[in-house]
């Protein structure tokens, strides 16, 4: 196997993060030492040309990945919901979650979400049956980092009800995000939706499935985000370690 690298960009628009600056965007790949390069540039256009505005801070970091140290896990499977307003949408969002996580955790993780200002870059960590927030990330969050799948991302999804879906780049890295996360021990949930303005979808992963929902925000909101649940049994320290360092390649195909 070729060696492979992890490349991840994160960009701000005012200076960096660290120093105040807005979270535009950001994004990862695993690839090997030749497309580095090509990743590289589609990170940096990704920075400038985004919804969010035009980064002025971008932040690129390469680092060599070696083969012991990844992990290779299979893609959540995709289901998909008709909805036509966002208080469906979230309603069927809650209804999910609530057969993993306490419904008092669901209200939480939903006041969180929605009382984000636009500035937080990583998911938000609660506990599964209190709802209480157990990282202690502040504004920053926890970043899932060293994912991607084997190859290339494919271009459409079948989902469990048998639909053929077309894969855009939103969820084709929520999906191998989301089914990183779910592969961590002790995370029996997660809420998301996108913070870009131009990007309603959301999604509910818990029992080994991705629940694809439309409207889960107003178009032209920036109030965006994730919420993973976790088991208090598990250790936050071994959960955070898992999501920002484990190297994780999905595989779509069999090996
Ligand atoms: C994001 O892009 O910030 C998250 C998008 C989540 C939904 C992706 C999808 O299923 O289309
Ligand atoms: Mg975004």
Not at 33 to 40: D, H, M, Q, S, V
Not at 116 to 126: D, K
Not at 146 to 167: A, F, L
Not at 171 to 191: D, N
Request: with cysteine; net charge negative; aromatic share 6%.
């Amino acid at each position: 196997m070729n060696t492979l690298y992890s490349i991840r960009m994160r960009s701000a628009e005012g200076g960096a993060h660290e120093h105040g600056g807005r979270h535009i965007s950001g994004a990862e790949r695993i690839v090997d030492e030749k497309t580095l390069k090509i990743i590289a540039q589609q990170l940096i256009d990704r920075a400038l040309h985004h919804s969010k505005g035009t980064a002025d801070f971008i932040n690129i970091c390469i680092e060599k990945i070696e083969p012991h140290q990844i992990q290779y896990i299979r893609p959540l499977a995709v289901a998909i919901y008709e909805s036509n307003t966002i208080d469906e949408s979230h309603a069927l969002a809650k209804d999910l979650l609530c057969q993993s996580v306490s419904a008092k955790a669901v209200e939480c993780a939903f006041s969180f979400l929605q009382s984000l200002n636009t500035n937080m870059r990583g998911a938000i960590l609660l506990d599964s049956q209190t709802g209480e927030r157990l990282d202690r990330t502040g504004q920053k969050g926890i970043r899932v980092t060293r994912m991607d799948v084997i190859g290339k991302h494919p271009s459409y999804i079948v989902t469990t009800d048998n639909t053929e879906i077309p894969v855009n780049t939103h969820l084709a890295e929520a999906l191998v995000l989301a089914s990183k996360v779910q592969s961590c021990k002790g995370i029996v949930g997660e809420l998301c939706w996108s913070d870009d303005p131009d990007y309603t979808v959301g999604y509910v992963a818990c029992n080994g499935k991705y629940h694809r929902l439309q409207h889960m925000k107003p178009l032209g909101s920036e109030i965006g985000g994730r919420v993973f649940f976790i088991d208090s049994h598990v250790s936050v320290e071994s959960v955070e370690s898992y999501l920002e360092s484990q190297a994780v390649l999905v595989t779509w195909q069999d090996r």
